[in-house]
């Protein structure tokens, strides 16, 4: 921690005095530090990308060669509870951005309301996944510890073993990464009551925000890929 | 100069600025990362060096007489594995990337100093996880952790091993996503993308495969850890997953790593046959983009270690055909480092000696690669000791040579002080002689038929073997020396002054040891990278830094 930065801690600082003190030594000015913040986070982005694609590649692969095991374990979805998480994480989307809006004209509070709806939303969502989860135990589909599956369909069911495999893999490091940006936001939450962010100086919640983005995204590939695809066979 | 030195002497600079234990553990300055990377992962390089020499002294006779066949096993994959995650992929990037990186650019500091030290951290985290998994018994599936033997049958650490390789590619993924930032957003005034030093494009290139690879890496980790705990089957062919799918998954990153190891080193060779010939490097544009060109390429080539793993036969042909490419840009940086040295005014450091093995070494190892992407000699020579020579001529015959020759040239620009020559050239003789005979011998080995990863072999092996252990033997000495006269040096060595070698590059223009901001204040650029002819001519000196030292 910053000596100085400690010692104004709680007090009211001007907004220009804010962003002295948040520029980092090695930054000539504040617009530096921001575009390298901006990109170095864009750039972890990118390694997210790199990171949830080896996971849907293979979930790829094994569709092109398991297709109606494949089906069989999609239809099995709760296609409700992923469509209310759907809708959830586009709201949680929504928030987020008010709350960099909030967080640029320097209101306070508003960001803080902003922030912690976002931080709701998101906990909404790993209350539904989890009761999504204790489903798929008490239906005996968590491959390796209690995987037993019968339904209709010309199939070998080691085959949808693979496929919940993957949707817990897949599902849970999201719900890791949601998990993480929980944490994320929480710590926003207790800076902004600090007042450590001005209009000036306000990357911090902007960085989170591509971050949630990112995540909500991650999902809105997942949804579809794991629960809708195969949806028409019903019909 | 004089005064420079004078001056240097009398500032402080990041070495002495602070000399407590918690300014070095809770440093955000990327000099003193830099020191604690090279402490560690020289340790590490002994470390696997001890698990080498055990390996050769197992093969100094044909029957199994050292180590059991399963002391065996683990010995090689611990091994592979401390040299490459612990050591290789860390070496020249963390510790001289992390060094010279903002100091080239003319930056303060790395775009994002506290999670360099953060990386430092997980990179060191990681090691505990991999030397856990050592002291508890070790691993015995090769450095490649190859499903379904790592998820379902080997019996040892597999998942303290596999997560530990996991934790340090996120150390990885951080130091290259800190170098791309510091090379887009930090460069100092003047200093346009064609003046960088061609060290700079190396580690971009290394950075963009770090940050684009080990991701993927991390995930197949995850999955062999999860299938382990809790048999989830994605790569067991039993419960009807697809091991290829594992090995598809692991070489889409293993293979670019192979440049992750390499390149850094490219860029140091770069620059230091520019600095020992005076000239500046021929053909840079072209240096510049091969670097890109292989890291590039290097992400299309990776099914050529599955040639004989039951791949398709055309996908097998594309693979071998976009291996072959990877010849063009590795020979675009063959050829034009030696079109510097055609009328340079070459001096023999022992960095320079360094910069000759690697360019004859990396010629070898990559000649012979080409051999094995050929898909009809792969089949022949395939797990047999040919592979074992090819690689060992890239990675230590190019990435170790890279670093040794790392290490000298910028050891008086680290530590302020002079290795002595003599006997640093001496250690550079016998670290090139004992590595060719640990390892020529392995080419006529596996061409012979000698499979690897066996502790017994036939007994007509045995004089090759002989002649290998020997080497290794000689290569051992070549590589403890250094450590001898290097910690000499700092107490003994003369004063090196902020240039000994009359180099260009910002880094020669401050002080040695830097100061802990690197430069006086901010210098401006306007000339181009290795402007040997400026420096050289009479009425210019080498001073020219020297108003930027202050």
């Keep these: ?235 | 100069m004089e005064t420079a030195i004078h001056t240097s002497e009398a500032k402080t600079n990041y070495l002495n600025a602070d000399y407590s234990i918690k300014s070095w553990l809770l440093t955000t300055d990327h000099k003193r990362i830099a020191i604690l990377y090279l402490i560690s992962i020289t340790l590490f390089f002994f470390l696997g060096g001890l698990f080498a020499m055990l390996i050769r002294l197992e093969l100094l006779t044909p029957a199994g007489d050292l180590v059991l066949d399963d002391t065996y096993n683990k010995l090689f994959t611990m091994h592979g594995i401390v040299m490459i995650f612990l050591f290789l992929i860390p070496s020249v990037p963390s510790v001289f990337g992390n060094f010279l990186v903002p100091m080239m650019v003319g930056a303060k500091d790395l775009a994002f100093p506290k999670l360099n030290l953060a990386s430092w951290y997980i990179f060191m985290a990681g090691a505990c996880f991999i030397l856990y998994s050592i002291l508890t018994g070790g691993v015995d599936t090769g450095w490649t952790f190859y499903t379904p033997y790592s998820t379902t049958y080997s019996n040892t650490n597999v998942i303290t091993a596999g997560l530990g390789v996991f934790i340090i590619g996120f150390s990885s993924i951080l130091t290259g996503l800190n170098f791309i930032v510091t090379v887009h957003r930090m460069r100092a005034p003047g200093l346009t993308w064609s003046r960088l030093p061609l060290f700079i494009w190396a580690h971009y290139a290394t950075s963009v495969i770090m940050v684009l690879g080990t991701p993927v890496l991390a995930i197949t980790l995850v999955l062999v850890v999860l299938e382990r705990l809790f048999h989830f089957g994605i790569f067991d062919a039993k419960m009807g997953g697809d091991p290829l799918l594992f090995q598809h998954l692991f070489w889409f990153y293993s293979h670019p790593a192979v440049y992750i190891m390499i390149l850094p080193s490219m860029g140091v060779i770069t620059e230091v046959i520019a600095c020992f010939s005076r000239k500046r490097i021929f053909g840079y544009n072209f240096v510049a983009m091969s670097s890109i060109g292989i890291a590039v390429l290097g992400f299309l080539v990776w099914a050529h270690h599955m040639f004989v793993a039951g791949i398709s036969t055309y996908a097998a042909l594309i693979f071998s055909l976009l291996s072959f490419f990877v010849a063009i840009p590795s020979a675009v940086k063959v050829f034009n480092w030696t079109a510097t040295l055609y009328k340079g005014s070459i001096t023999f450091e022992t960095p320079m000696l360094y910069a000759f093995a690697f360019i004859g070494l990396f010629t070898i190892g990559g000649l012979t690669g080409i051999f094995l992407a050929s898909i009809g000699v792969d089949l022949h020579v395939h797990d047999t000791y040919f592979v074992v020579a090819h690689f060992h001529y890239i990675m230590v015959g190019g990435g170790v040579t890279g670093f040794m020759c790392a290490l000298h040239f910028w050891w008086p620009k680290i530590t302020g002080k002079m290795y002595p020559e003599a006997f640093a050239k001496l250690s550079a003789i016998m670290v090139f002689i004992g590595f060719n005979l640990t390892f020529f011998p392995q080419f006529l080995l596996g061409y012979l038929g000698m499979p690897r990863r066996y502790h017994a072999y036939p007994p007509e092996f045995q004089v090759l073997n002989v002649l290998s252990t020997a080497g290794a033997s000689i290569l051992a000495v070549g590589f403890l020396m250094p450590m001898i006269y290097f910690a000499w040096s700092l107490q003994y060595g003369k004063d090196a002054g902020p240039n000994p070698y009359r180099a260009a590059g910002l880094e020669w223009m401050t002080a040695s040891p830097p100061p802990t901001f690197n430069f006086a204040e901010t210098p401006e650029v306007t000339w181009e990278a290795y402007n040997y002819d400026q420096i050289d001519a009479p009425d210019h000196g080498i001073d020219k830094g020297v108003e930027v030292a202050g």
């Excluded at chain 1, 489903?135 to 073993?161: K, L, M």
């Design chain 1, 1 to 235: 921690m910053h000596p100085t930065m400690a010692s104004t801690r709680g007090l009211k600082l001007p907004d220009s005095e804010t962003a002295v003190h948040n520029l980092k030594h090695h930054f000539a000015d504040l617009e530096q530090q921001k575009a390298t913040s901006t990109f170095g986070m864009w750039l972890f982005l990118v390694t997210e990308i790199m990171f949830f694609g080896g996971m849907f590649a293979s979930y790829l692969i094994y569709r092109l060669s398991y297709y109606n095991a494949w089906v069989a374990g999609s239809q099995t979805m709760e296609i409700k509870l992923g469509a209310i998480n759907t809708a959830v994480l586009i709201c949680s989307s929504l928030t987020m951005v008010m709350a960099v809006h909030s967080a640029k004209l320097g209101k306070r509070k508003l960001t803080a309301i902003f922030l912690l709806l976002t931080l709701l939303l998101g906990l909404t969502f790993l209350g539904v996944k989890a009761v999504e989860y204790h489903g798929h135990w008490v239906h005996h589909e968590v491959p390796g510890a209690n995987f037993h599956f019968e339904h209709e369909g010309n199939y070998d069911p080691r085959q949808v073993s693979i496929f919940f495999s993957l949707y817990f893999a897949m599902t849970g490091m999201h719900a890791l990464h949601m998990i993480i940006g929980a944490g994320l936001l929480t710590w926003l939450l207790i800076a902004n009551a600090r007042r450590r962010f001005s209009p000036e100086y306000n990357s911090p919640v902007e960085m989170v925000g591509l971050y949630w983005h990112f995540v909500d995204l991650v999902w809105i590939y997942l949804f579809p890929l794991l629960y809708l695809i195969s949806h028409h066979h019903n019909g």
